[in-house]
């Protein structure tokens, strides 16, 4: 009987013992097949912010072990990736995390943004997985291949073979109809006509492309809102890499969007482009990203140079080029080695603005000017603000650029009018510095010669376009404000209406006020606007109303015109 139970207990831990093996067999069966079906993360509207470094709330309360398992990035699959969708990436990323909710911090532009720090998980032994690379703090600013002592006429020809494979078209560069207007031959290579609507797509889709496969597989971040930034987002994308933009919180929601739509995942961090900047190159750091940045790295110069070669093959017997000089001056030293090589007698003039003319002064100072203290327009020199002269570039320029001149801001609005009026196209600052240096009248040598102008980019918001038609309008002489105090009597309002129109101009907007803030007692103020038919008579305005005004209707007159 007791060799009987005894048997009986036996068998029952034999049966309990098997059960639980097959039970953790099904478990893990089920939880690998469940890993494997998992669908990628929900994309996200524009009203929602996310941010792939920062862990969720079901992921806090989960346990505290990292997540060993390994999943492939979105650049191993095939198939395009969703906006703001970034599919299962590798757990060797480290997530970023909130230190402390309630402990907040000042960035650049006394803004309170919630202080942030990487906490690193404990060690974890994986099979068959690389451990990343640890970047020392000096190497925060990544780039593809080290600067070179001079730029051959060997890259930029392999860039250009490259670049016609990968699908980037030659853009036109036609005869423009501003010609005659100011007694040149001018040819206009139309940059603007890329994808993202700048030239620094030739250089990005270069670099993109000459990465290694590891570091296309680990992905690339970029920070600020520029040309630069959209280019590398739409053809990392293209090329199936993971991108990352890293946007200052006071950028545009259209602009967001755009980048969203590229396919990018968009981070807002910082209150300045510099916070963002900052942030970017410590997830480099710490995730083994690559931070590109403008450089005057070989391969990024070879890809602008190849403009041009595209220049000389179009326009034959050229006689100068104007190229605006803007970013790293990659684009202008780039364009004029190739220009050079191919025939050393064409000019190569770069143009850049007169509030911060870096590659000017550092000319005549013989080195490179690292900073230039300057206060310039940060929304209106959007790409040509974030700009740096490497040695590298200085050199270029000094054997290849032939002149270069700055011009005012007035001449590039006016510029910008010139071009929406004649060539019925949109450009913004930078992609007007080469005609804004012609009708300035600062190359006179020009004259009667052919000529080839870089029109580099057209990435302006459209609020701010409207702004610099108007701006344009008064500064060419053709709009004009007016304030005028009139007497408190019925019918004045219709005599003022009636004297303009015998002066042959046409009124936009008027306001009249009865109690304005210098409007004496018992008088009224009149605010107008108004364009004229002929420029000329911006100037004798003031001058007619003041001697028709014999019965004294207009008590006392103020006229300005606001630059």
């Not at 970013?327 to 064409?346: D, E």
Request: hydrophobic share 35%.
């Amino acid at each position: 009987m007791l060799w009987r139970t005894r048997t009986i207990l036996l068998d029952r831990e034999s049966i309990s013992c098997q059960l639980e093996s097959e039970m953790n067999f099904a478990a893990q069966f089920f939880a690998n097949f469940v890993n494997d079906g998992l669908e990628t993360r929900r994309s996200f509207n524009d009203s929602e912010e996310y941010d792939p470094f920062w862990q969720s709330a079901e992921q806090r309360r989960g346990s505290s072990k990292p997540d060993c398992s390994f999943h492939s990035g979105p650049c191993a699959k095939d198939g395009h990736i969703g906006n703001g969708r970034l599919g299962r990436r590798s757990t060797l990323i480290c997530p970023e995390r909130l230190k402390d909710f309630g402990a907040e911090e000042y960035l650049n532009g006394d803004v309170k943004v919630f202080e942030t720090s990487v906490s690193e998980p404990p060690e974890v032994q994986l099979l068959s997985t690389p451990k990343p690379a640890v970047k020392k703090s000096s190497e925060s600013k990544t780039t593809a291949t080290a600067p070179p002592e001079h730029l051959r006429f060997e890259d930029i020809s392999a860039a250009a073979f490259k670049l016609q494979q990968a699908g980037i078209q030659k853009t036109p560069c036609t005869y423009s109809r501003l010609s005659k207007q100011y007694g040149m031959e001018i040819f206009l290579k139309k940059e603007l006509l890329h994808y993202t609507g700048s030239v620094k797509e030739r250089g990005v889709l270069y670099l993109l492309s000459s990465l290694k496969q590891d570091q296309q597989r680990k992905g690339v971040i970029v920070a600020t809102d520029s040309s630069f930034s959209m280019a590398v987002a739409f053809h990392a994308v293209e090329l199936r890499i993971p991108v990352f933009v890293i946007m200052p919180a006071c950028c545009s929601p259209p602009r967001l969007r755009m980048y969203r739509d590229y396919g990018a995942m968009v981070i807002s961090y910082g209150s300045t482009a510099q916070d963002s900047i900052n942030h970017a190159r410590h997830l480099a750091r710490e995730n083994g990203y690559l931070c590109l940045e403008e450089d005057d790295s070989a391969v990024y110069l070879a890809g602008l140079g190849t403009v041009g070669l595209e220049i000389y093959e179009q326009v034959p017997k050229l006689d100068a080029v104007i190229v605006p000089a803007s970013g790293n001056y990659g684009l202008l030293t780039g364009t004029a080695a190739a220009i050079k090589h191919l025939n050393p007698r064409i000019s190569v003039i770069g143009v850049e603005p007169e509030d911060f003319p870096l590659l000017l002064q550092s000319l005549k100072t013989d080195s490179p000017i690292k900073d230039l203290y300057c206060n310039p327009n940060k929304k209106l020199y959007r790409d040509l603000m974030y700009h740096s002269l490497g040695t590298h570039c200085f050199q270029l320029a000094k054997k290849t650029v032939d002149k270069v001149i700055s011009v005012r801001e007035a001449d590039a609005l006016v510029a910008m009018l010139r071009f929406q009026e004649y060539e019925r196209s949109t450009v913004d600052t930078e992609g007007a510095m080469g005609l804004a240096a012609i009708l300035a009248g600062q190359l006179p040598e020009l004259k009667g010669k052919r000529v080839a102008v870089v029109v580099s980019s057209a990435n302006m918001e459209l609020d701010l376009v409207l702004q610099c038609v108007e701006r344009a309008l008064v500064l060419d002489d053709r709009v004009s404000r007016f304030t005028v105090q009139l007497d408190d009597w019925p019918g004045d309002m219709a005599k003022l209406l009636d004297l303009l129109a015998r002066e042959d101009v046409r009124l936009l907007d008027v306001c009249h006020r009865r109690y304005g803030d210098k409007a004496e007692l018992f008088k009224a103020q009149v605010r107008g606007q108004l364009i004229y038919t002929q420029t000329q008579r911006s100037f004798s305005f003031s001058t007619t109303v003041y001697n028709r005004d014999n019965n004294k209707i207009l008590s006392y007159y103020y006229f300005t015109t606001h630059l």
